[in-house]
């Protein structure tokens, strides 16, 4: 078995984890900016400890940073927060699993946006799963049926949708950026490339963050602090996940370690029944059937 895929699996299920933290403390105690910051203050002191730990102990040599690195690592981590603000958000329109289900669009997305950026055609076999994939995001994307009927132009395109659809975008862009900062560094192999990566862009993500947080949500950061037995988990398994993706994008292109990521929504469906106790309409599961059902057809034509 290619050691990218049991890295993955850790990957996804170690995402699962935080997302359920993060909607949690969404749901109890912090606003969106600081359940995102959350993900990121706690996890850049991990992630330099990683590389110090790494490089003294002469295991491995640091790699030569370069200006396309930091290109690629910067609009990577960029993306990155505002897929986050979104996922957060989306939390509270719509119950957990239907959030990381739309949210897990982005793998087709990334294939529409390899072929506006690149140039890669996609098959008649891939715009089949792409269509597909689409049917259910409408079905996701339909809200509850008020007593009184919504034009059809409500239904579909309202605030779930959107920041579903909005965050498998960004969450598409920040996979190719940080595959192509990693592959950018000179010298090393994935584990080091992976770890400076990491370590780079969560500093950068919490800095950005800190500055957002103090122009318009200054009492967020010290709810932060205090809430840090929560928060402190939300860091540690937001680490241990995003090491796993970047060593993932460092060994297989990034389309391929996203189709793989999707395993994460059997997770999320047991996180949901288990610890939420949400209940899921029939309409609901068609859709995720649908958009699972779109991505691994598309993984199985290209």
């Known amino acids: 078995m290619p050691l990218w895929i049991p890295i993955t699996i850790f990957a996804a299920f170690a995402q699962n984890l935080r997302f359920m933290l993060q909607k949690h403390l969404k749901d109890t105690r912090l606003s969106t900016g600081g359940a995102t910051f959350s993900r990121f203050v706690f996890a850049a002191p991990l992630a330099v400890v990683l590389v110090l730990a790494l490089t003294a102990s002469g295991l491995r040599e640091m790699p030569a940073m370069n200006a396309r690195f930091l290109g690629f690592a910067m609009i990577g981590g960029l993306s990155q927060i505002l897929a986050t603000l979104c996922v957060v958000a989306l939390f509270a329109s719509r ?122 949500e200054r009492g967020q950061i010290s709810t932060v602090l205090r809430s840090w037995r929560v928060t402190a988990l939300v860091g540690l398994t937001g680490v241990l996940g995003s090491y796993g993706w970047f060593m993932a994008f460092t060994l297989q292109h990034a389309a391929y370690v996203k189709a793989l990521g999707q395993i994460e929504l059997l997770f999320t469906f047991a996180a949901s029944t288990l610890f939420f106790h949400e209940r899921h309409s029939g309409r609901e599961l068609a859709g995720m059937a649908l958009v699972v059902g779109s991505i691994l057809m598309l993984v199985t034509v290209t």
Do not use: C
Request: proline share 4%.
């Open 95 to 216: 119950n957990f699993t239907v959030g990381i289900t739309l949210k897990k669009t982005e793998t087709v997305q990334t294939a529409l946006i390899a072929l506006i950026l690149l140039g890669e055609r996609i098959s008649a076999a891939g715009m089949s799963a792409i269509v597909i994939g689409l049917v259910g995001v409408i079905l996701l994307a339909d809200p509850p049926r008020p007593a009184a009927p919504l034009p059809w132009r409500r239904r579909l395109i309202n605030r779930a949708s959107v920041l579903g659809l909005a965050s498998g975008a960004l969450f598409g862009v920040s996979a190719t950026g940080y595959r192509g900062a990693s592959l950018a560094l000179e010298g090393g192999d994935f584990v080091i490339r992976a770890a400076v990566t990491l370590a780079f862009v969560t500093v950068f993500q919490s800095l950005v963050m800190a500055a957002w947080l103090v122009w318009r």
